[in-house]
């Protein structure tokens, strides 16, 4: 970055030349200016998902702070005085009081929950989809790798941050959620207990677990995940971003608007859109209704209820897990220790962290898995398109499965109820489907990105169908194919199609062991690949005939195959 | 998967190694740059000129609405009331945010210039930089002597060890140690058990054959740590036809001719089970599904539980009102390591 070059005879004529001399001679915020004012952005509306991820974070930041100053994180006795006369008298937390104050007594003040709570399940989900738009274009290789482990992070905060939101209103559902934290804490071998002591200051509920999620909540949840958003936004400028192939795109060069005025623009505008929506959905849309839950009471449950939906994959998976197996086994083991007999409550413990576990190490460690099976270590500023990198994209559908039948799970209930069927066999399919499904899943996607591919082949190849039927003069009957234009050929064949590996023997003319995983892990990645169409090819199937609407050439075609 | 079907039609393609360029399509650069209407049409400029300032104007009106509904729809502790405000400023805050945003976007994209640009990318990390970095860094690292004096290096690796133990030793007062916390619940010998939240006893000729109550303990409304009891102590009682129950040997007298008497904390994470299911005379907790059927003390018959509920043996004073025999003989809840 070039610094302030100001110099002792420069005298500023126009206005803008005043005040930036002004700031400029002090500041020196020239070469800021002259990096970013005209910076190039690449445009793909998939590139907006990260967008509504910050700014959503910023309506939450901005809602949350004006929550903070009518709400009160104590677990005292009350009893609630406000204007919601069916609670009237009732004995309550302050802060389940306080949270109902916000709603009934402060003047916009539901209007600002609302919105908070929508923007938390939408920033949320924002992140979600973006990083899904990351894996399946892989934008995640070199190298932005770190800043794919940086976005990991941010997701398991967010999760973090809109739970410990979820349980401050100290409802009755809210109150249930803890508990369910409570009872999985406790499965935890050796220091679950204690864990469970700890965080809620002694037994559950306590007096200390409200003002303690609070602090996380406000402090130092939305602090980390501020940091880590400024590393991340550093790294998309210092990487600049990747951009789809296409006709003017290489890997070593950006197309797209210049920041000023254009993205300024329509980033800068598309934040009061996304507010907007989120400011329309909580005007018209109830969320976390707490008034009807009543305050927190280790003994009422109601039955149908929900978690917000990013926890809903973790509940799911504790209803999935079966508890006995027939009338003799069970998950619960008791370990007979010289000491004493412990108890191991697996049927807890397994749904609780095993699919936590398997969803991110596999999340945080992709990339690194991915470029020890292609051994590919260039910098890659082009993304794919994930129908032209079938196994990764086959990968990425069968996590969404799993992660979705688990999520299904926390509804089986309401799918029970709504759809009249039994509840044990939704059940019942549901443990089938968190098992086959991602595997059925992964064929059916790779399958489809195959075909897609062998149709983007067919238009590079032979054009697109017109509809036109021509009868020729001895009375054969074909179908009129339009030739696509060159760049929208070019969008169509420029990819990369990486082939098996096959291990190659050392210097002893033996094959080392890893060597061979990797080699059968290259096979099962690379065997089935559709080649892009090249000049050749296209020469051969066609001859020349850019821009001619085809007639004899394209029957030969169309006769070939 | 065992097929292998190379997907290229007609004869086998072999494709040429990534990067090659003789094997690949040259690109043509960018498309022709296509002028849209209001770049051409001066009556479409000004048009989108108009049309941009009316989405200003909205966004102006939608704050107005904000203030309606702020200043003159007076709360009147009616929930309907509460809606329409709520429905107000919504309203108002989505136009007055939409109206900017959207008239921004539309400014951009029909007047802005919408000629992609191109820009190069630079190196990372350019060669002569990460040369110089390495040598800095080996300078410092010379200079500071780290690699020369082991005693040195050896002695703070010590203490930088030593020295966050106290930051994670400083959150012991978190909480208590759980002591026998987990094991021992409000019931006693003795003690009443009554109705939920209102704390009156009751008889056992309330308890008729086929009804549910659910059970606090006498006193846990005077309690200190109110929620921390309930939270072990709630039962729910139920009475069925005495032939339906099994009990198992020790167990005969735990209930009273029918009524029974079980922990109402769910045996898998802690939630209570509130479902007692009449017919079938089973318990199912809303939360995660266990099912638990009364006719086999509770046993777990479907769900995610492992364990049956615990049961509370109860008997009838001599005013007649239902009472615990006993505390819980084994713990209440979610099942936790010290269990045993």
Same mark, same amino acid.
């Given at each position: 970055m070039s610094s302030s070059t100001t110099t002792q005879t420069y005298v500023p004529k126009t206005r803008v030349g005043k005040v930036t001399d002004y700031v400029d001679s002090r500041v020196g915020g020239s070469g800021i200016v002259k990096e970013f004012g005209r910076k190039i952005f690449p445009d793909h509306w998939t590139f907006m998902f990260g967008e509504v991820a910050l700014y959503t974070f910023v309506i939450l930041l901005i809602s949350g702070t004006f929550l903070t100053f009518f709400y009160d994180p104590s677990m005292a006795e009350t009893h609630y005085e406000g204007s919601?006369? +069916?609670?009237?008298g009732v004995e309550m937390s302050v802060a389940y009081a306080s949270s109902l104050d916000i709603s009934?007594?402060?003047?916009g003040g539901l209007f600002m929950r609302q919105i908070h709570h929508w923007a938390a399940l939408l920033f949320v989900a924002s992140v979600a989809v973006h990083m899904l738009r990351v894996f399946f274009t892989g934008a995640f290789r070199r190298p932005r790798e770190f800043n794919w482990v940086v976005g990991c992070t941010l997701l398991i905060l967010s999760l973090a941050a809109g739970f410990t939101g979820y349980s401050l209103p100290d409802d009755l559902l809210s109150g249930n959620g803890l508990r369910i934290i409570d009872g999985v804490m406790k499965a935890i071998p050796v220091v679950g207990t204690y864990l469970s002591f700890f965080l809620f200051g002694g037994e559950f509920p306590g007096t200390m677990i409200i003002g303690r999620l609070y602090v996380l909540h406000i402090l130092l949840i939305p602090a980390v995940i501020l940091l880590l958003i400024g590393i991340h936004l550093f790294m998309v400028v210092l990487h600049k971003h990747s951009q789809f192939p296409g006709p003017g795109r290489t890997n070593t060069n950006v197309v797209g608007y210049p920041v000023g005025p254009v993205y300024a623009a329509k980033a800068g505008g598309f934040f009061f859109i996304v507010f907007g929506v989120l400011a329309a959905i909580a005007a018209a849309f109830t969320i976390n209704p707490i008034w009807n839950y009543? +305050?927190?009471? +280790?003994?009422p449950v109601s039955a149908g209820t929900q978690p917000d939906w990013y926890i809903g994959w973790v509940d799911g998976a504790l209803r999935l897990m079966p508890g006995t197996l027939g009338d003799n086994f069970d998950f619960e083991f008791m370990i007979p220790f010289p000491w004493g007999v412990n108890a191991l409550s697996l049927n807890v413990l397994i749904p609780a962290l095993v699919p936590a576990m398997i969803v991110f190490t596999l999340m945080f460690a992709w990339p690194w898995i991915e470029a020890w099976v292609t051994k590919d270590k260039r910098e890659h500023h082009l993304l794919d398109r994930p129908r032209n990198a079938p196994t990764r994209t086959a990968i990425g559908v069968a996590g969404v499965t799993f992660y979705c039948v688990l999520w299904a799970a926390a509804s089986s209930d309401l799918i029970a109820t709504h759809f009249l069927v039994s509840l044990n066999d939704v059940t019942y399919w549901l443990r089938f489907l968190v098992i086959f499904g991602p595997v059925l899943a992964f064929m059916v996607a790779r399958r489809i990105a195959l075909a897609l591919q062998r149709k983007d082949r067919e238009i590079a190849l032979h054009g697109r169908e017109t509809g036109r039927i021509v009868r020729l003069p001895h009375g054969e009957f074909i179908e009129v194919h339009e030739p696509v234009d060159d760049y929208k050929r070019y969008k169509l064949v420029a990819f990369e199609s990486p082939e098996v590996m096959v291990p190659a023997p050392d210097a002893d003319g033996k094959v080392g062991r890893l060597d061979k995983v990797h080699g059968r892990i290259s096979r099962f990645f690379f065997e089935d690949r559709v080649a892009p169409v090249t000049p050749k090819e296209l020469a051969a199937s066609h001859g020349d005939h850019h821009g001619e609407i085809a007639g004899a050439k394209d029957r030969e075609s169309i006769a070939s195959h | 998967m065992a097929d292998s079907s *190379? @997907?290229? %039609? @007609?004869t086998s393609v072999t494709v040429a190694t990534p990067g090659s360029e003789l094997d690949s399509f040259a690109n043509p650069g960018l498309p022709p740059h296509r002028p849209r209407l209001a770049d051409r049409d001066r009556r479409a400029e000004k048009r989108a000129e108009r049309q941009v300032a009316l989405l200003f104007i909205i966004s102006v009106l939608g704050t107005l609405l904000f203030f309606v509904g702020y200043f003159f729809i007076p709360l009147d502790q009616t929930i309907e009331r509460l809606r329409l405000q709520n429905l107000m400023l919504g309203l108002g805050t989505a136009f007055a945010m939409l109206g900017i945003g959207v008239g921004i976007v539309h400014w951009a994209k029909t007047l802005m210039p919408d000629h992609e640009v191109t820009e190069n990318r630079h190196a990372i990390r350019p060669e002569s930089d990460r040369q110089d970095a390495e040598k800095i860094v080996n300078d410092i690292l010379e200079e500071s002597g780290i690699k020369r004096r082991p005693l040195i290096r050896n002695t703070l690796l010590g203490a930088a060890i030593l020295a966050p133990l106290p930051a994670i030793a400083i959150f012991r007062d978190l909480g208590p140690l759980p002591g026998n916390a987990l094991k021992q619940t409000m019931w006693d010998t003795g003690v009443r058990l009554t109705r939920d939240p209102s704390g009156t006893p009751i008889r056992a000729s309330d308890v008729t054959v086929g009804s549910a109550f659910h059970v606090i303990p006498e006193g846990l409304n005077e309690v200190e740590h109110k929620l921390e009891e309930k939270a072990k102590a709630v039962v729910l009682l139920m009475r069925l036809d005495p032939e339906e129950l099994n009990p198992s040997p020790g167990r005969e007298n735990w209930g009273y001719d029918g009524i029974v008497a079980y922990s109402?904390? /769910?045996? *898998? !994470? @802690? /939630? %209570? !089970?509130?479902?007692?299911e009449q017919q079938t005379h089973h318990l199912l907790c809303p939360c995660h599904q266990s099912t638990f059927d009364l006719e086999q003390e509770c046993k777990v018959i479907f769900g995610p539980a492992a364990r049956p509920l615990p049961q509370l043996p109860i008997e009838v004073d001599d005013e007649g009102y239902l009472v615990a025999s006993s505390d819980f003989q084994e713990p209440v809840g979610p099942s936790f390591w010290e269990r045993g």
């Open positions: 919601f006369l +069916p609670l009237r009934f007594d402060v003047r009543g +305050p927190y009471d +280790p003994s | *190379h @997907g290229a %039609p @007609g109402k904390i /769910c045996t *898998h !994470v @802690g /939630c %209570p !089970v509130a479902l007692y």
